[in-house]
């Protein structure tokens, strides 16, 4: 599978193609989706209205081309944090996490992703001068904390 992440490089029409397959999608939990959830004392099965406001930031093709799975950063669930889904073709949450808001992914491996091969020099990094920011995940503890799926 080719792998995609918009700070690397997306394909020109991309976000239009996943939000019409998203039009058309009824968004399910898979297992693990439920599994992860139960496991931090709360679920929560977002509304499409919720996924369509948020952004698509990384998005997987298969072997025939088309889009298998994508990721959407949810930033209206919660003052201090956002929530990323990950969803299939079919329209199931594979899985999901909590980011704080600040989280910039400045350690975020490019040469995974098409497109990244470009040398260092030749990058436009959306966090040059920010010392901030990690890629830890959210400890689960301060999940309960959330409230999930309902906007602002």
Same mark, same amino acid.
């Given at each position: $599978?080719?792998?995609?992440?918009?700070? %690397?490089?997306?394909? %020109?029409g991309v976000v239009d193609e996943i939000k019409n397959m998203l039009k058309n999608m009824d968004l399910r939990p898979t297992r693990h989706f439920m599994k992860s959830w139960m496991q931090r004392g709360n679920v929560c099965i977002p509304t499409k209205q919720i996924i369509e406001a948020?952004?698509?930031?990384?998005?997987?093709?298969?072997?025939?081309?088309?889009?298998?799975?994508?990721?959407?950063?949810?930033?209206?669930?919660?003052?201090?944090?956002?929530?990323?889904?990950?969803?299939?073709?079919?329209?199931?949450? %594979?899985?999901?996490?909590?980011?704080?808001?600040?989280?910039?992914?400045?350690? $975020?491996?490019?040469?995974?992703?098409?497109?990244?091969?470009?040398?260092?020099?030749?990058?436009?990094?959306?966090?040059?001068?920010?010392?901030?920011?990690? =890629? =830890?995940?959210?400890?689960? =503890?301060?999940?309960?904390?959330?409230?999930?799926?309902?906007? =602002?």
């Amino acid at each position: $599978m080719k792998r995609y992440h918009k700070e %690397v490089f997306f394909e %020109v029409g991309v976000v239009d193609e996943i939000k019409n397959m998203l039009k058309n999608m009824d968004l399910r939990p898979t297992r693990h989706f439920m599994k992860s959830w139960m496991q931090r004392g709360n679920v929560c099965i977002p509304t499409k209205q919720i996924i369509e406001a948020g952004e698509i930031f990384e998005y997987y093709r298969n072997k025939r081309g088309g889009v298998e799975k994508f990721a959407v950063r949810c930033c209206n669930v919660s003052k201090d944090y956002d929530v990323i889904y990950v969803i299939n073709l079919y329209g199931e949450l %594979v899985t999901s996490w909590v980011n704080t808001k600040s989280e910039l992914h400045r350690d $975020m491996r490019r040469d995974v992703y098409e497109g990244g091969n470009i040398l260092p020099s030749e990058r436009v990094s959306s966090t040059q001068g920010n010392e901030k920011g990690s =890629r =830890r995940k959210t400890p689960y =503890r301060k999940w309960k904390s959330i409230k999930h799926c309902s906007s =602002r």
